[in-house]
């Protein structure tokens, strides 16, 4: 088993800055694609950002690219999303998950099993 624990969410004004982490315990995430994932109020959960387990490549959504940036620490188990220049639809639970296979790199809901409990990020305009 694996459980992942978001924390750095809060309220921000528009314009500000927010730092996401995510930190995982039991079996090991260093050999898996990380994610990130948001979901606002009566919408779907919708991929944020990835980055591989080896030579850390990553990957983006087309409404976060040029602001959020994410990274990993598998020493520390750790994944983080620096979020800047928030935007209030950038309000959402954001929810750290693990890839189910090793070798997946992408944005599908579904290729994800361990998910975390999420942390809320509003944005004030």
């Known amino acids: 088993q694996v459980q992942l624990v978001e924390s750095g969410g809060g309220l921000v004004q528009a314009g500000g800055s927010l730092r996401l982490s995510c930190t995982a315990s039991?079996?090991?995430?260093?050999?898996?694609?990380m994610a990130w994932f948001r979901q606002a109020p009566g919408k779907e959960r919708e991929f944020v950002s990835t980055?591989?387990?080896?030579?850390?490549?990553?990957g983006y959504a087309d409404s976060v690219k040029g602001r959020f940036t994410i990274s990993r620490d598998n020493a520390k188990n750790t994944v983080i999303l620096q979020q800047n220049s928030l935007k209030p639809e950038d309000t959402a639970v954001y929810y750290c998950a693990r890839a189910k296979n090793q070798y997946y790199f992408g944005s599908s809901l579904n290729e994800y099993d361990y998910w975390g409990q999420g942390t809320q990020v509003t944005v004030s305009s």
């Open positions: 980055i591989r387990s080896v030579g850390y490549r990553t």
């Open positions: 039991g079996r090991t995430t260093s050999s898996y694609a």
